[in-house]
């Protein structure tokens, strides 16, 4: 991570204004426990919180065969594809045993994509789904809204809570300043 001693990760553009960064960090335990930090198979199962794959789209069927046959050249099992109904999708090891899945597909109408078992069995009621599929707009202050106080029954990262305390009263310059890398690791040409 650009500005953190001993890390690095590198960015890879999905599209011009899409990345993925990849991170290494010296103290990154070497250990994969498959079924806790990673899935190691499309349909492993992995810890709350931990990715169980990543799925990425790809233009076409031509480019998900070319981009199977490219990575199988390279000596890595490639799964697929297989016939999801409405894609079509790869599945492969990828760095550190991260499982991944390429896709190509057509458009589906917007009710395909909610399946009602899954609404359930995330305990989702009619009210919220709505909700969540007509979002209210927002409409952004004048003034920055200001931190929230801690609280650990909602989403937050694993700052102790002194520093967490610190972010809370800290101004966004503040923020900046303090964390901020503005040299690019690698100078463009000019």
Known sequence: ????????HGFLELNPTCYIAFVQHPDN?????????????????VAVGAMQHIA??????EELLTLRDRIRSRGIMVIGPVDH???????FAGPEGLVLE?????AIPESAWLDPEVVEKAGINAGDLAR?????????????VPQPTLDRTRPHMAFPDEIY???????DEQIRE????????VKADD
């Open 132 to 144: 969540y599929r007509e979002p209210a707009d927002y409409i952004r202050p004048a003034e920055a």
């Open 1 to 8: 991570m650009h500005g953190v001693e001993g890390a690095w």
């Open 56 to 61: 990425l789209d790809v233009a076409d069927d």
């Open 85 to 91: 109904g409405f894609c079509r999708s790869i599945y």
């Open 102 to 106: 390429l896709t190509a597909g057509e």
């Open 178 to 185: 303090m964390l901020s890398e503005t040299e690019p690791p």
């Open 29 to 45: 335990p070497d250990k994969i426990e498959v079924g806790l930090t990673h899935a190691g198979t499309p349909t492993g199962t």
């Open 165 to 171: 305390e610190f972010l809370a009263t800290a101004t």
